[in-house]
């Protein structure tokens, strides 16, 4: 397993932008698939973006496609989610996950971070 630290959440006004970023420790990072999920209140855990080892694969919900842009550095053992055009609905607790495959699904991914709130106003 990883050690993930999310970081690079806030408050900003609909159609704003943020970048989050999750550091992972150790040196297996390059082996993993990474995901970004997140959890609205009152909502389950819902998939966001995923991108496998290389970096050259990607997947995304849909209600994000063309708005946000997974990507990773392996040399900073590092994971980002770049999110334009927000809205307010994609307020929620953004979770930076790390498993062995690419998948939607939460029980895939063997370690999580701790969370950083993002909170969209309109």
């Known amino acids: 397993q990883v050690q993930l630290v999310e970081s690079g959440g806030g408050l900003v006004q609909a159609g704003g932008s943020l970048r989050l970023s999750c550091a992972a420790s150790?040196?297996?990072?390059?082996?993993?698939?990474m995901t970004w999920f997140r959890q609205a209140p009152g909502k389950e855990r819902e998939f966001v973006a995923a991108i496998d080892w290389s970096g050259f694969s990607q997947y995304y919900r849909d209600s994000v496609k063309g708005r946000f842009t997974i990507s990773r550095d392996n040399a900073k053992n590092t994971v980002y989610l770049q999110m334009n055009s927000l809205k307010a609905e994609d307020t929620a607790v953004y979770y930076c996950?790390?498993?062995?495959?690419?998948?939607?699904?939460?029980?895939?991914?063997?370690?999580w971070g701790q969370g950083t709130q993002v909170t969209v106003s309109s």
């Open positions: 150790g040196r297996t990072f390059s082996r993993y698939t």
């Open positions: 996950g790390a498993g062995k495959m690419m998948a939607t699904i939460e029980k895939e991914y063997d370690s």
